[in-house]
């Protein structure tokens, strides 16, 4: 099983500022198979990043994404306050697809 | 556009099944891969399977192997998921999700229910 950690736990920030976001991975993603999703409480998880740097649907370019074997980062170049929220990294190249713990980003 | 709306909120007991609905629109139903993924309070998303409504195939994970069946009707584009012999530790929000990719269950999930809380307590 594929284990993976997410550094910082919280982000504290304000609107406007830079997010940087880290994925760490205890063995290497096959395949670039990484992807990025957005939670807020009460709502569904949302896909933003797929292919380690691919956008989904309908997410704008301040989302993006980067890394490569076992270390991946999520990037907002520009926090909106509709930003605020849980981001999970999660694998999906081997059998068991594993999700990261969060990273909660907050209004500092 | 593409929805997924799950069934309501349920307590149960220890021992007891729980079966979650989660029924679709906006998309051809038989042609995608159907995820289950759970989150229980202060732990991270887990995925439990995935079910294809064309064929009734199935996967499972290692861990709930015996107690999680995922079933389709494709006549009211529905799936569904039991978990049989409910623990206190299976107290989560259960979520449904829709594989983007057709022609195999790529883990992908683009679209995802809004998630139902299943409380097991006695």
């Known amino acids: 099983e594929i284990v993976l950690t997410q550094s910082p736990g919280t982000l504290s920030l304000s609107p406007g500022e830079r997010a940087t976001l880290s994925c760490r991975a205890s063995?290497?993603?096959?395949?670039?198979?990484l992807a990025w999703y957005q939670h807020k409480p009460g709502q569904a998880p949302r896909l933003l990043i797929y292919?380690?740097?691919s956008r989904a649907t309908g997410i704008p370019d301040r989302f993006s994404g980067s890394g490569s074997g076992t270390d991946f980062t999520l990037t907002i170049s520009s926090l909106e306050p509709e930003d605020f929220a849980v981001y999970y990294c999660?694998?999906?190249?081997?059998?068991?697809?594993?999700f990261g713990p969060g990273t909660k980003v907050d209004i500092k | 556009q593409v929805q997924l709306v799950q069934s309501g909120a349920a307590v149960k007991k220890p021992g007891a099944s729980v079966r979650v609905s989660c029924m679709t629109s906006?998309?051809?139903?038989?042609?995608?891969?159907l995820h289950w993924v759970r989150q229980a309070p202060g732990q991270r998303l887990e995925w439990m399977g995935w079910?294809?409504?064309?064929?009734?195939?199935?996967k499972t994970a290692q861990r709930f192997q015996g107690r999680l069946t995922m079933t389709g009707d494709t006549s009211v584009a529905t799936v569904y998921m039991e978990l049989t012999g409910l623990r206190f530790d299976d107290t989560a929000v259960y979520y449904c999700?829709?594989?983007?990719?057709?022609?195999?269950?790529?883990?992908?999930?683009?679209?995802w229910g809004h998630g139902t809380l299943i409380t097991v307590s006695s």
């Open positions: 292919g380690v740097s």
């Open positions: 999700a829709r594989d983007p990719h057709s022609a195999l269950a790529l883990g992908l999930l683009d679209y």
């Open positions: 079910f294809h409504p064309n064929n009734g195939a199935t």
């Open positions: 063995q290497s993603v096959n395949g670039r198979y």
């Open positions: 999660q694998q999906y190249g081997s059998s068991l697809f594993t």
């Open positions: 906006g998309y051809t139903f038989s042609g995608y891969y």
